[in-house]
């Protein structure tokens, strides 16, 4: 690595057309009230939090804004940098020891490195607005998905049981469950839902029958779709969940392809955390293939094509963890419910690292003649 082309492009991602630009935006996002009053009185109706469902929101609108428009004006700066150098710096590049690769990385390290500045102050000011120290209190985290039954009704003469594998090593005391639902027409406009968890713990003793021990029990409204959660009994032993409705002609029905399962956190900040986290690991990616097809190709083409790329995994029903910024939106969804997503999965860091090397590599292979219009 060159220290000197590490600085330079470090300068340069930070040129004062972006940070002009981001600071006017992060400034003027930072304005705005983006719970608003009638959120926040659905939250207090509901039982919720309606301190933290507003700095949620403000975390995902301000985060929602700030990726839509700085993230691509970052990748498409560094694009255009192969390009810059042909047109005029490739002489001054070309006399250097340093091979292409050593600047290739290089220039990627400085890249990121000051997109990653650019992210730091993102996060402390969206944390600053979010509120002061000690209002992210304790939150719920993402932590899997228990089985649901295929969807069918859930009536008052019929509920829906089923018997989930004890989660209790990811579920630890605290632990909830939640499930979408939808209200079907019957009588009146809504309908109250019981939401029932006890543990089945197997009696190996004289006459081997089922032990059930623990039980939890929670009601919630529905008008049309909602979720409905409750909190899981303590103890080992797999769960018996059952769903029913307490009005006779109502009707729901389960939208939910699997439960959700939800850990305690010790803070709601580790929500704008995991966001920093991901856009990390996405933009090192990203910079890094925007480099190298930028040696191939022009920078809107490679912008485009970074887009195009990524596309599919944002538009799928189920966003690939395993891909870096696949799972973005899902997290800054779960964020704006004033709660934590999951942990990034590991195979996303070293996917990130594998492509940001295939992008540079290919650059090095477009730099055979860098010193020519291609």
């Keep these: 690595m060159n220290a000197g082309l590490c600085v330079l492009a470090f300068r340069r991602s930070l040129a004062p057309a972006v940070l002009g630009s981001w600071a006017v935006l992060a400034f003027l996002l930072l304005q705005r009230d983006w719970a ?7 939250a207090g109706a509901g039982g919720g939090d309606a301190g933290a469902l507003a700095r949620g929101m403000t975390r995902e609108g301000v985060w929602t804004v700030l990726v839509l428009a700085i993230v691509p004006l970052l990748i498409a700066r560094a694009a255009r940098t192969v390009s810059t150098w042909r047109a005029g710096e490739a002489e001054w590049l070309g006399s250097r020891s340093a091979g292409r690769g050593t600047i290739l990385v290089s220039t990627w390290l400085g890249t990121w490195s000051g997109a990653t500045a650019l992210l730091a102050l993102s996060f402390l000011a969206i944390e600053l ?4 120290v000690g209002a992210g209190g304790p939150s719920l985290r993402r932590a899997g998905e228990i089985a649901v039954p295929p969807a069918t009704w859930i009536e008052a003469n019929a509920p829906l049981a089923w018997t989930a594998p004890d989660p209790r090593e990811r579920a630890p005391a605290g632990a909830r469950v939640r499930i979408e639902l939808g209200f079907g027409a019957g009588s009146g406009a809504s309908t109250e839902i019981d939401f029932r968890a006890r543990r089945e713990r197997v009696n190996r003793g004289r006459d081997g029958a089922n032990d059930e021990t623990g039980e939890r029990i929670t009601r919630g409204r529905m008008a049309s779709r909602g979720f409905v959660e ?11 969940l059952e769903l029913s409705c307490e009005r006779a002609g109502a009707r729901a029905f389960v939208i939910s392809d ?6 305690p956190c010790a803070s709601e900040r580790a929500a704008g955390a995991g966001i920093f986290v991901r856009l990390l690991l996405a933009l090192a990616a990203w910079i890094g293939l925007a480099l190298g097809l930028g040696a191939w190709v022009s920078a809107p083409t490679a912008a485009l094509a970074l887009l195009a790329a990524w596309i599919p995994a944002w538009l799928g029903d189920r966003a690939p963890a395993w891909l870096p910024g696949a799972d973005l939106w899902d997290a800054l969804e779960v964020a704006g419910s004033g709660r934590v997503p999951a942990a990034f999965d590991l195979r996303s860091l070293a996917l990130a690292a594998a492509l940001a090397a295939f992008g540079l590599v290919l650059g090095a292979a477009g730099l055979r003649r860098w010193r020519t219009s291609p």
Excluded: Y
């Design 129 to 132: 607005r979010a509120g002061p």
């Design 258 to 263: 699997a439960g959700e399962l939800w850990v």
């Design 230 to 240: 409750v909190e899981l009994p303590p103890g080992p032993g797999d769960l018996r």
């Design 36 to 42: 608003g009053e009638n959120a926040l009185i659905e």
